[in-house]
Nanobody
């Protein structure tokens, strides 16, 4: 059974940092593009960041560029998202996703999804 399991979310104050993790199991994702999406209450799920299978190429939404860093460890079948300088607009459920081919910013392009982890930024 293929599973993606996110962890690391929580309640933080503006300016704080969090590191999200995504543990993959059931198959190897070392040749897949992996990504983070997020969904705030009442809004559509949106692209946050993606990383190529090798880790050499990364992509970021403009809203998180220079604050978030995506990385992966193929030996551990894991994906990470380091989030710095968090602000209330970053409050959302964050989802890990994977697809077999190149990067896409479209949720429908991703076959595998985790259940999400809540990130709340509030003073």
């Amino acid at each position: 059974q293929v599973q993606l399991v996110e962890s690391g979310g929580g309640l933080v104050q503006p300016g704080d940092s969090l590191r999200l993790s995504c543990a993959a199991s059931g198959r190897t994702f070392s040749s897949d593009t992996m990504a983070w999406f997020r969904q705030a209450p009442g809004k559509e799920r949106e692209f946050v960041s993606a990383i190529s299978w090798s880790g050499d190429t990364t992509y970021y939404a403009d809203s998180v560029k220079s604050r978030f860093t995506i990385s992966r460890d193929n030996a551990k079948n894991a994906l990470y998202l380091q989030m710095n300088s968090l602000n209330p607009d970053d409050t959302a459920v964050y989802y890990c996703a994977a697809r077999k081919f190149g990067t896409s910013y479209n949720t429908r392009a991703y076959l595998y999804w985790g259940q999400g982890t809540q990130v709340t930024v509030s003073s």
